[in-house]
């Protein structure tokens, strides 16, 4: 593939950092050192002298009563600067990772690069590829991080609508069609888009995933229009499915698919690390933008989840990442009785036949989306009245392209609240619900 039409002009005028490219920075210096003469004054590296931090050693229990301990080399390594692309040992484990659990076709041609969570790599890749006014392919309703980071580009969305499996090909295929043809992307002077936003497991906010057959759909219209797939995939590892559906990753023969993953889910939020999967000329550019903002992801954080990895070893993990995967589906469980019993309570006559509320069963993730039947918009009433009954949620409008239409939907998340909360917030949700259409028919 030629990838120069996706590279923008801004993220096309990056280059190197000549400092950052040493691979490793400090390793490289060291060379240097060791290549000179005995008395060589070494005056060209800017990295502070290790003596100098108040920092000695580390110990991080973990919850199964083992230690990760850093001292000596790990913690020097912790406490310095490190290569843009990620901690060695670390970029070695998660290129294994994606090695088993995906198989990428063009693995030959394929680079990982570690960034301060999937959303910074997100968010960066977007800044490489999209123009003041290009049309973005997004599924809709959409994860609002994302709105955010396109938003100051005034883009023309182009919203394929979701059902209870996750985007419809058929209607992306349409909203191509109608406006382009697919020799357009030859055109330099086209304006048909580049690039197709995709959360293809347990999305946020609706929950649902793509089954292979629609991802093998998808990714044949993206080929048909030489779109670049932008699989931003932080509940990969919370499906609850018992196999896990092939990423899009595991069938990119051309190489035009970006893989956002996140640790943030299954290890920790705070520690800020996601990493980027894709064609080495693409990841390139986010790594040169990385070079001049902030210079590489946290060096504490790769090494403590490197030596993790370590002791854990890849089934370790998995293991972990099952008992998550778990908790989750038990939480699911949990608000979906909620649900059921309160929202399709029929405390009147005249929710007999429809109850308060319909929603599909989320595949994955940490989010039901609830659709309230008789309320055309629950922004208002979640923003202005939700409170006094003691429950909050988010507003449907907010994941929507155009957020002034009105929408009656509203996420729920299942992730934090304890059995006995979330059984009460429904509850009061309900009751939030009925005087929301009481008011409704007094207006």
């Known amino acids: ?227 670049i797939i932008f699989e931003d995939d932080p509940y990969y590892f919370l499906q609850f499915d018992k196999e896990r559906t092939p990423s899009f990753l595991s069938i990119d023969t051309d190489g035009r698919v970006v893989r956002f993953d996140s640790l943030s889910k299954v290890l920790s939020s705070g520690i800020r690390l996601g990493y980027v999967t894709g064609p080495r000329a693409l990841i390139e550019p986010i790594s040169y933008h990385m070079q001049v903002s902030v210079l590489h992801a946290s060096s504490l954080s790769q090494v403590l989840v490197s030596e993790l990895l370590k002791q854990w070893g890849q089934e370790g993990f998995l293991g972990h990442v099952d008992r998550v995967q778990k908790f989750y589906l038990q939480q699911r469980e949990v608000m979906l009785k909620a649900a059921e019993t309160h929202l399709t309570a029929y405390h009147k006559l005249i929710f007999l036949l429809q109850g308060l509320a319909e929603w599909n069963v989320p595949q994955g993730g940490m989010f039901l989306w609830i659709k309230c039947l008789e309320i055309s918009d629950t922004r208002s009433m979640i923003m202005e009245r939700a409170l006094k009954k003691d429950v909050i949620l988010l507003p449907g409008r907010e994941f929507m392209t155009d957020p002034n239409q009105p929408c009656p939907y509203m996420r729920a998340s299942f992730s934090l609240a304890t059995p006995e909360n979330i059984d009460r917030g429904f509850r009061n949700l309900a009751e939030l619900i009925r005087e929301e259409i009481e008011l409704s028919k007094k207006n």
């Open 1 to 227: 593939m030629n990838y120069s039409r996706y590279i923008n002009s801004i993220s096309a005028a990056r280059k190197a950092s000549p400092i950052r490219e040493m691979k490793p920075f400090v390793l490289l210096l060291a060379k240097l050192l060791t290549q000179g003469s005995p008395d060589l004054v070494f005056l060209a590296g800017g990295v502070p002298n290790p003596n100098m931090f108040p920092f000695q050693s580390a110990s991080i229990k973990l919850r199964d009563g083992s230690n990760i301990q850093l001292e000596g080399k790990l913690i020097n390594d912790a406490l310095q600067y490190g290569p843009t692309q990620g901690y060695g040992p670390l970029l070695s484990q998660l290129k294994e990772m994606q090695q088993k659990l995906h198989n990428p076709p063009c693995w030959t041609d394929t680079e990982v690069l570690i960034t301060n969570g999937s959303q910074d790599g997100l968010c960066k890749a977007f800044e490489m590829m999209v123009n003041l006014n290009d049309h973005v392919i997004v599924q809709e309703p959409v994860y609002a991080g994302t709105l955010a980071i396109l938003n100051p580009f005034k883009p023309k969305y182009i919203p394929v609508k979701c059902d209870a499996n996750g985007l419809i090909p058929d209607l992306l295929r349409k909203s191509l069609e109608n406006n382009w043809k697919s020799e357009d992307a030859q055109s330099l002077t086209s304006d048909i888009p580049k690039v197709l936003y995709v959360n293809p497991a347990g999305a946020n906010p609706t929950g649902v995933s793509i089954p292979l057959e629609r991802r093998q759909e998808i990714y044949q219209i993206a080929k048909d229009f030489d779109l």
